[in-house]
């Protein structure tokens, strides 16, 4: 498969701290990539180095052809408070980027065709949901015709709708030929849309091509809790899927686990004085991809 972005033997320190130690990987391009791996294990630096907005300490990054490509790098953070509308806030950033004018207008229509955000075209961001204002930070990224859009933890604080059309919304750029590299801890979302997990662990690199076959089940759980109750210790054995707050003091935790470990987890959550909203299947579609995440985030 062609590659979008090739990186051999890349080493990246901070001070002293070791983050990738010899990492080789290549970037498929027209596809979408996600790196998965703990907090702290360098996640964002692999985009930083991949946007170019890092340099490596040793190794090189090489790209398609030998030609740099155009990349749009949409960080995790979104501008809180944006005084202006869709169209004002986009024509202002475009400017400031030096696009041409006519260029500019017909680029914003284009984009606000794709996001399905043309109804929203005169509407203050201020108002948008968090949903909305991603795109908005997506848009801004894509403002310049873009290659390979890299995205930091794109899902977080999205709800399912918005994660719903957020996949759609993948799904249309990888029509588009546009290739697309995201941090994620949303399982979810991984296995509809994925097609190479980058796992980072120790400093390491492994990937896997998913593949959505049929393989055994899974259960999905959802426990209501205190939110005094610290499940810290594990958060390395099972995907959180989602914590949301839903009363003051009071907490869903929702997360997919094997046929093996459900026992244990739901044992280990009631004695932490949770108690079980929902207990049921995931699909076998679903199931290779989980286990397959799961087996490489344990490394
Ligand atoms: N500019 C920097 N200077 C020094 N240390 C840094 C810098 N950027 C990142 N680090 C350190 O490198 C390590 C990896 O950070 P990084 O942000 O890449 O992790 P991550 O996997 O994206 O984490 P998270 O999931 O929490 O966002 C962390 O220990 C972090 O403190």
């Known amino acids: 498969m062609e590659s979008i972005i090739e990186l051999q033997n890349v080493t990246k320190k901070f001070k002293n701290k070791l ?21 702290g294990s360098g996640k964002s630096t692999l985009l930083k180095l991949i946007a170019g907005l890092s340099k490596p300490n040793t190794g090189e990054i090489l790209f398609q052809n030998g030609k740099p490509i155009r990349i749009g790098y949409v960080p995790e953070v979104t501008p809180a408070v944006i005084p202006f509308t869709l169209v004002e806030y986009l024509t202002h950033m475009g400017t400031i980027h ?33 949903g909305m204002k991603q795109k908005v930070t997506i848009m801004q990224a894509m403002l310049e015709e873009t290659d390979l859009l890299i995205m930091d933890e794109p899902l977080s604080g999205l709800d399912p709708k918005a ?3 957020f996949e759609e919304l993948l799904m249309t750029l990888k029509e588009r030929n546009i290739s697309v590299i995201l941090t994620c ?6 296995e509809k849309v994925v097609d190479q997990l ?11 091509s998913v593949q959505h076959e049929q393989g055994e089940i899974m259960n999905r759980i959802v426990f209501e809790l205190s939110n005094t109750i610290s499940i810290s210790t594990l958060k390395d054995r099972v995907i959180i899927d989602k914590e949301e707050e839903i009363s003051p003091g009071r907490k869903l935790i929702e997360l997919n686990v094997n ?9 280990e959550f009631l004695n932490r004085g949770a108690s079980i909203k929902f207990l049921s299947p995931i ?17």
């Open 19 to 39: 983050i990738l130690e010899t990492v080789s990987l290549s970037i498929p391009a027209n596809q979408i990539t996600a790196i998965v791996g703990k907090n």
């Open 283 to 299: 699909n076998k579609k679903e199931t290779i991809f989980f286990k397959q995440f799961l087996k490489e985030g344990e490394r």
């Open 198 to 208: 980058l796992v980072i662990h120790e400093g390491q690199i492994s990937h896997t």
């Open 259 to 267: 046929e093996e470990q459900t026992n244990m987890i739901v044992k």
């Open 98 to 130: 030096g696009l041409h004018k006519e260029w500019l207008w017909q680029r914003i229509n284009t984009l606000l065709e794709i996001f399905h955000m043309k109804e929203d075209r005169n509407n203050r961001i201020v108002h948008f949901s968090k």
């Open 163 to 165: 994660q719903t059309e």
């Open 185 to 190: 801890h949303e399982a979810k979302l991984l």
